[in-house]
T-cell receptor, first 121, second 111 residues
Framework: AQKVTQAQTEISVVEKEDVTLDCVYE???????LFWYKQPPSGELVFLIR??????QNEISGRYSWNFQKSTSSFNFTITASQVVDSAVYFC??????????????????FGKGTKLSVIP | KAGVTQTPRYLIKTRGQQVTLSCSPISGHRSVSWYQQTPGQGLQFLFEYFSETQRNKGNFPGRFSGRQFSNSRSEMNVSTLELGDSALYLCASSSTGYGYTFGSGTRLTVV
C-alpha cells in the first residue's frame, strides 16, 4: 500500500527565511507520480508540481525548488525568501495506477497529513 | 479556461438526511475524482469516474455514491448523513489521469 509521511505538522518562519518541507513516501510500484499542493484558507488545492518516478532532476521555479531522491524515497520542497503569502497548508501526494480487469488505468492520490506553514512578517 | 466548479460552496444538513454535491470539470477533462477532507483523517480518496463509469473507489461505506453524466459533470451523494460526514468535499478533474486540478470544494456541516 502506498503511504506519504509529512513529519512536520506546523512550521513558523520569519519572512525572508528559507524553509524546507519534508515528504517521505512508500510505494511498491516502479511507476508513480509525486505532487505538491498548496491549500490556502479558501480551501482550494493549488497544484505546484508533479514529478514522475523516472525523473529525478531537481527543479527550481522562482522561489520554489524541489529535491527528489528515490534512494531515500523523499520529495522535499524548499521555499526561498519566504513571504507572508506563502502561509498555507502544503500537501505532498503520491499517485499510483491501479488497473482494473479492463486494463484501463485509474490513478488516485494518496496525501500526506499536510504541513501548515506560517510566515510571520 | 474555466476551472473546476463545485456547488454549493457551503451546506448545512441534519443527521439522517441525504445530500447531493455537484462538480463541473474543466472542459475536455473526462476524469473526475472526489476526495473528503477532515481534520482527523486528512484527505481521502472517495471515487473516480471516467466516461460515466466508476473506475476506482476508496474505502468508504455504501452511503457514499456518485455518478458522472455524458458531459463529464459529476455528482456525489451521501445518504443517511452522520455527524462524521461533516467535511470539505473536493472534486478534481483530469485529462491525463495523473494530473489533477481541484475545485474550491463544498463544505458540508451535519448537525
Amino acid at each position: 500500500a502506498q503511504k506519504v509521511t509529512q513529519a512536520q505538522t506546523e512550521i513558523s518562519v520569519v519572512e525572508k527565511e528559507d524553509v524546507t518541507l519534508d515528504c517521505v513516501y512508500e510505494t511498491r510500484d516502479t511507476t508513480y507520480y509525486l505532487f505538491w499542493y498548496k491549500q490556502p484558507p479558501s480551501g482550494e488545492l493549488v497544484f505546484l508540481i508533479r514529478r514522475n518516478s523516472f525523473d529525478e532532476q531537481n527543479e527550481i521555479s522562482g522561489r520554489y525548488s524541489w529535491n527528489f531522491q528515490k534512494s531515500t524515497s523523499s520529495f522535499n520542497f524548499t521555499i526561498t525568501a519566504s513571504q507572508v503569502v506563502d502561509s498555507a497548508v502544503y500537501f505532498c501526494a503520491l499517485s499510483e495506477a491501479s488497473y482494473r480487469d479492463s486494463g484501463a488505468g485509474s490513478y488516485q492520490l494518496t496525501f500526506g497529513k499536510g504541513t501548515k506553514l506560517s510566515v510571520i512578517p | 479556461k474555466a476551472g473546476v466548479t463545485q456547488t454549493p460552496r457551503y451546506l448545512i444538513k441534519t443527521r439522517g438526511q441525504q445530500v447531493t454535491l455537484s462538480c463541473s470539470p474543466i472542459s475536455g477533462h473526462r476524469s473526475v475524482s472526489w476526495y473528503q477532507q477532515t481534520p482527523g483523517q486528512g484527505l481521502q480518496f472517495l471515487f473516480e469516474y471516467f466516461s460515466e463509469t466508476q473506475r476506482n473507489k476508496g474505502n468508504f461505506p455504501g452511503r457514499f455514491s456518485g455518478r458522472q453524466f455524458s458531459n463529464s459533470r459529476s455528482e456525489m451523494n451521501v445518504s443517511t448523513l452522520e455527524l462524521g460526514d461533516s467535511a470539505l468535499y473536493l472534486c478534481a478533474s483530469s485529462s491525463t489521469g495523473y494530473g489533477y486540478t481541484f475545485g474550491s470544494g463544498t463544505r458540508l456541516t451535519v448537525v
